[in-house]
């Protein structure tokens, strides 16, 4: 089992930055890919970014690449998402999703989740 706890969110203004952080316990976490999800109300949940187990790999959704970024620091067992100039259609719950081998898009494709963290930006 691996618990997966995600904080940083919070209120900002348009063209603001947030960063996010999501810490992982439980197993090893050196051999999971991470991803970011959101889900805003009345939506599906929609995949953000993903990245390999060692981070050499990176993958963004089309509507943030250029003003996200994801990292991961296995040492600490944590994986961030700094989000820049955010605008209100990034409004949402964030989560944190974990899965053992290669990186996938798809919310199905993950084992474990994080209670997820919102984020709201105003314009």
């Known amino acids: 089992q691996v618990q997966l706890v995600e904080s940083g969110g919070g209120l900002v203004t348009a063209g603001g930055s947030l960063r996010l952080s999501c810490v992982a316990s439980?197993?090893?976490?050196?051999?999971?890919?991470l991803s970011w999800f959101r889900q805003a109300p009345g939506k599906e949940r929609e995949f953000v970014s993903v990245?390999?187990?060692?981070?050499?790999?990176?993958f963004y959704a089309d509507s943030v690449k250029g003003r996200f970024t994801i990292s991961r620091d296995n040492t600490k067992n944590m994986v961030y998402l700094q989000m820049n100039s955010l605008k209100p259609e990034d409004t949402g719950v964030y989560y944190c999703?974990?899965?053992?081998?290669?990186?996938?898009?798809?919310?199905?494709?993950?084992?474990?989740w994080g209670q997820g963290t919102q984020v709201t930006v105003s314009s």
């Open positions: 999703a974990a899965r053992i081998g290669i990186p996938r898009l798809t919310s199905q494709s993950y084992d474990y």
């Open positions: 439980g197993r090893t976490f050196g051999n999971y890919a």
């Open positions: 990245i390999t187990w060692g981070g050499g790999s990176t």
